[in-house]
């Protein structure tokens, strides 16, 4: 896909994320008894309940069977969250349907090879600095902070200001 020096976010009513890489810097915390954790960057939760504040549909879409990221979503309030899902499109389909969208009303921001046919299908596909080369192929717009440092914050932010959104904030929406 070719890229523009800025698509059109404007157009976005709903913004679905992958996990691992995006809202996680990719890492995989084991500790000694095998549990595994993620680490989340706390500005881009802060762009994502903006979002929900405005209006905006969001999901979370990721192939990883963590229960850690149900839990960071609960907590950011974002009610669809599909985990261990291998069939991401299908899902985002049902999504946009549910929500009464098109696909081409959804940005997706993606980093690997799981996520080229979400990218592929939606409006305006993202991918994150630090994203496999594929990704950033497939991509019209790459973020310029890598996923789990800030990408998913710096996505909110276009989407909110291309909808005439200031820099407010309401803590009682956490």
Not at 94 to 116: F, M, N, Q, R, T
Request: aromatic share 6%; charged share 25%; proline share 4%.
């Amino acid at each position: 896909m070719s890229r523009s020096p800025q698509p059109d976010f404007s157009k976005v009513r709903a913004l679905i994320l992958d996990s691992d890489g995006v809202l996680t810097d990719g890492g995989v915390y084991i500790t000694a008894s095998g549990e595994q954790s993620r680490r989340f960057d706390i500005k881009d939760g802060l762009g994502l309940v903006r979002l929900r504040e405005h209006g905006f549909h969001l999901a979370i879409i990721s192939a990883s069977p963590i229960p850690v990221v149900e839990h960071r979503a609960r907590q950011l309030g974002i009610n669809d969250v599909y985990v261990d899902e291998k069939r991401k499109l299908e899902r985002a389909q049902e999504l946009v349907e549910k929500w009464g969208l098109s696909i081409e009303a959804v940005a997706y921001i993606g980093d690997d090879l799981a996520d080229l046919q979400m990218l592929a299908a939606v409006g305006l596909p993202i991918a994150v600095s630090d994203a496999t080369d594929s990704a950033i192929e497939a991509a019209a717009y790459v973020t310029k902070k890598p996923g789990g440092f800030g990408a998913v914050r710096e996505v909110c932010d276009l989407i909110l200001q291309a909808h005439g959104h200031t820099a407010s904030f309401n803590p009682s929406a956490i």
